[in-house]
């Protein structure tokens, strides 16, 4: 399965953006989604996943009440739309898809195994 993410931009703190990933390929199957990002000079982080049903979400805690994922299965696309952003939010975004048809969701990146390009997010204070 291929991902495409877009949606990234440079927005002023307190801003919102919504990202969006698209999977094109082997769809038919059923994939947890997750979305992951990588500051400047830091290791890359779990921010949100979503099973594929969409009935079980998980946030990182300095997200949670801000952030919100979402799945529309007929798109084939996830997305995360970020409210009130701040500066530290600043990264390359990544959505990454689990193939599994189970609600117990993974913030290891290590357990997603199909990875799109990235977008930068960009917040400035």
């Known amino acids: 399965v291929q991902l495409q993410a877009s949606g990234g931009g440079l927005v002023q703190a307190g801003g919102s953006l919504r990202l969006s990933c698209t999977a094109s390929?082997?769809?038919?199957?059923?994939?947890?989604m997750g979305w992951f990002r990588q500051a400047p000079g830091k290791e890359r982080e779990f921010v949100s996943a979503?099973?594929?049903?969409?009935?079980?979400?998980y946030y990182r805690d300095s997200v949670k009440g801000r952030f919100t994922i979402s799945n529309d299965n007929a798109k084939n696309t996830v997305y995360l739309q970020m409210e009130d952003l701040l500066p530290e939010d600043t990264a390359i975004y990544y959505c990454?898809?689990?193939?599994?048809?189970?609600?117990?969701?993974?913030?290891?990146?290590?357990?997603?195994?199909?990875w799109g390009q990235g977008t930068l997010v960009t917040v400035s204070s």
């Open positions: 390929g082997r769809t038919g199957s059923r994939y947890n």
């Open positions: 979503i099973s594929a049903s969409g009935g079980s979400t």
């Open positions: 990454a898809a689990r193939l599994s048809g189970a609600e117990y969701l993974y913030a290891a990146s290590k357990y997603y195994r199909y």
